[in-house]
């Protein structure tokens, strides 16, 4: 679920050591003030620390020393603003402990390291991306020839490579083909907010698309899905100076998947994903999700929310009688965009900008994730990139401001994300970031959750051995 590129603060102003409490460090992408970011009822002092918290206030995973804490107000007021706690999202788990390495340790250039070694080659990734686009461009160009149900579909790249996050090869793709339907009628099916049951509403100007209901006048998901990849395996069979197949269908998966042959170089998957793009409003379960006030403003948040509604061919596993008629709701239009325009700041990470290592953060968390799954495959299945970006997303929430993700704290940031991640494991609660009801990390997975969490905890104790493994 994919785009990149980003902002930065504005090039005439020095990045401060430390911020005001509650304070964006520059303009939001509307060119307004960022908000006050809402302060903590209630005293923490108290409190007994989670286990997040007390090993990352431990000592320093990577031989370096840990961070003491200011004995004095004086001393509290140099600490960088990357160190200050901020309000959470509601649903959230609480936010890892104040104290962390120090940006400054033995361990901290190593982290930029292993995301230096992460970065795609510019040949590998033009050679990969221009299969895709040839491969792609073929089908919909197919598609739009042929009149049948899917003329009017237009293409979209989503995911991490269109993020501009991936890690280590240029080989996996997301592409959207995306169905627009004026208005529908969204029904949930249980009560995550995430999945739907669509009909249409009076009088639609889309009746080439009844042959798709079901009994009960439902859309149904499964009929749509399998009539799109009749339709492209036949076509894949005219594609002649690039060798594509469509993989077998993976049970639950919205997902068509070519496999294209780029020798000397690893294969290339493309997952092609039917998205059915709706003219009207996110639906109410979104409505206390996307909490951006803080981090790029309110006027952003309304300029979004104003994006209309998708929605992928995904079955509902909870259901007791699987159907194939049910669709869930799609943010990766609305990641991409985050992901692309990330600063507090309208210039973070342009080319006359200050850099921030938020995004560097995220490939060191995926691939963090993806290294543990390789290692333990089954006990790890349950969990994909997509949970790591979730925990992400919400640490950009909880440290809105662009001095919060200083490049030269790359260390500690990633420290203190990993440490959002860990405690969400250890109650079982993610809250998807559009969707706040809707759990992420089921507590029926807790005995997944719990082993997730004891090999982070081995590897930050131990300094991340398993980034060097593969180098």
Same mark, same amino acid.
């Given at each position: 679920?994919?785009?990149?590129?980003?902002?930065?603060?504005?090039?005439?102003?020095?990045?401060?050591?430390?911020?005001?409490?509650?304070?964006?460090?520059?303009?939001?992408?509307?060119?307004?003030?960022?908000?006050?970011?809402?302060?903590?009822?209630?005293?923490?002092?108290?409190?007994?620390?989670?286990?997040?918290?007390?090993?990352?206030?431990?000592?320093?995973?990577?031989?370096?020393?840990?961070?003491?804490?200011?004995?004095?107000?004086?001393?509290? $007021?140099?600490?960088?603003?990357?160190?200050?706690?901020?309000? @959470?999202?509601?649903?959230?788990?609480?936010?890892?402990?104040?104290?962390?390495?120090?940006?400054?340790?033995?361990?901290?250039?190593?982290?930029?390291?292993?995301?230096?070694?992460?970065?795609?080659?510019?040949?590998?990734?033009?050679?990969?991306?221009?299969?895709?686009?040839?491969?792609?461009?073929? @089908?919909?160009?197919?598609?739009?020839?042929?009149?049948?149900?899917?003329?009017?579909?237009?293409?979209?790249?989503?995911?991490?490579?269109?993020?501009?996050?991936?890690?280590?090869?240029?080989?996996?793709?997301?592409?959207?083909?995306?169905?627009?339907?004026?208005?529908?009628?969204?029904?949930?099916?249980?009560?995550?907010?995430?999945?739907? !049951?669509?009909?249409?509403?009076?009088?639609?100007?889309?009746?080439?698309?009844?042959?798709?209901?079901?009994?009960?006048?439902?859309?149904?998901?499964?009929?749509?899905?399998?009539?799109?990849?009749?339709?492209?395996?036949?076509?894949?069979?005219?594609?002649?100076?690039?060798?594509?197949?469509?993989?077998?269908?993976?049970?639950?998966?919205?997902?068509?998947?070519?496999?294209?042959?780029?020798?000397?170089? $690893?294969?290339?998957?493309?997952?092609?994903?039917?998205?059915?793009?709706?003219?009207?409003?996110?639906?109410?379960?979104?409505?206390?999700?996307?909490?951006?006030?803080?981090?790029?403003?309110?006027?952003?948040?309304?300029?979004?929310?104003?994006?209309?509604? !998708? @929605?992928?061919?995904?079955?509902?596993?909870?259901?007791?009688?699987?159907?194939?008629?049910?669709?869930?709701?799609?943010?990766?239009?609305?990641?991409?965009?985050?992901?692309?325009?990330?600063?507090?700041?309208?210039?973070?990470?342009?080319?006359?900008?200050?850099?921030?290592?938020?995004?560097?953060?995220?490939? @060191?968390?995926? !691939?963090?994730?993806?290294?543990?799954?390789?290692? !333990?495959?089954?006990?790890?299945?349950?969990?994909?990139s997509y949970h790591v970006k979730t925990a992400f997303l919400h640490s950009c929430v909880i440290w809105p401001n662009d001095t919060d993700w200083q490049l030269g704290d790359l260390g500690y940031c990633f420290q203190k994300c990993l440490g959002y991640f860990l405690d969400c494991l250890q109650k079982s609660q993610l809250p998807h970031f559009f969707i706040p009801k809707y759990n992420l990390l089921s507590p029926e997975d807790k005995a997944s959750n719990n082993f997730l969490s004891r090999q982070i905890n081995s590897e930050l104790n131990n300094g991340f051995p398993i980034f060097q493994e593969r180098f």
């Amino acid at each position: 679920m994919d785009g990149a590129g980003g902002r930065k603060p504005q090039g005439g102003r020095r990045a401060r050591s430390a911020a005001p409490r509650g304070r964006g460090a520059g303009g939001s992408p509307s060119g307004t003030a960022t908000p006050r970011a809402p302060r903590r009822v209630g005293s923490t002092a108290r409190r007994r620390p989670s286990a997040a918290q007390s090993l990352l206030a431990g000592p320093a995973a990577s031989g370096g020393e840990e961070l003491p804490a200011p004995r004095s107000k004086a001393a509290a $007021a140099r600490v960088p603003a990357a160190r200050r706690r901020t309000a @959470l999202p509601d649903g959230a788990a609480s936010a890892p402990g104040a104290v962390l390495r120090s940006p400054s340790v033995a361990g901290a250039p190593r982290f930029r390291e292993v995301v230096s070694r992460l970065a795609l080659g510019r040949e590998d990734v033009s050679e990969a991306s221009g299969l895709v686009n040839r491969v792609v461009s073929h @089908l919909t160009q197919a598609l739009h020839g042929n009149g049948g149900s899917f003329r009017s579909i237009n293409r979209q790249g989503s995911g991490s490579y269109y993020e501009h996050v991936k890690i280590s090869q240029p080989n996996e793709f997301d592409i959207m083909l995306i169905l627009v339907i004026e208005r529908l009628q969204l029904d949930e099916c249980d009560d995550t907010g995430a999945y739907y !049951y669509l009909t249409f509403k009076r009088n639609p100007k889309e009746r080439y698309l009844f042959k798709f209901l079901d009994e009960e006048g439902k859309i149904s998901a499964l009929k749509m899905l399998q009539e799109l990849r009749e339709v492209i395996k036949q076509e894949v069979r005219n594609i002649r100076d690039v060798e594509v197949t469509v993989q077998r269908r993976k049970a639950g998966s919205p997902a068509i998947t070519l496999q294209i042959k780029n020798p000397p170089a $690893a294969d290339i998957s493309v997952d092609i994903i039917l998205t059915l793009e709706v003219k009207q409003s996110w639906p109410p379960s979104t409505r206390d999700g996307f909490k951006i006030e803080s981090w790029l403003g309110r006027k952003v948040k309304r300029t979004y929310r104003k994006y209309p509604t !998708y @929605l992928v061919a995904k079955q509902n596993k909870e259901e007791k009688v699987l159907r194939g008629n049910t669709w869930r709701l799609s943010f990766s239009h609305m990641e991409k965009a985050l992901l692309n325009d990330h600063g507090s700041s309208k210039t973070c990470c342009e080319a006359d900008g200050l850099k921030c290592c938020r995004k560097s953060c995220l490939k @060191l968390l995926k !691939y963090l994730l993806e290294q543990l799954k390789m290692k !333990y495959p089954k006990k790890l299945e349950k969990f994909c990139s997509y949970h790591v970006k979730t925990a992400f997303l919400h640490s950009c929430v909880i440290w809105p401001n662009d001095t919060d993700w200083q490049l030269g704290d790359l260390g500690y940031c990633f420290q203190k994300c990993l440490g959002y991640f860990l405690d969400c494991l250890q109650k079982s609660q993610l809250p998807h970031f559009f969707i706040p009801k809707y759990n992420l990390l089921s507590p029926e997975d807790k005995a997944s959750n719990n082993f997730l969490s004891r090999q982070i905890n081995s590897e930050l104790n131990n300094g991340f051995p398993i980034f060097q493994e593969r180098f």
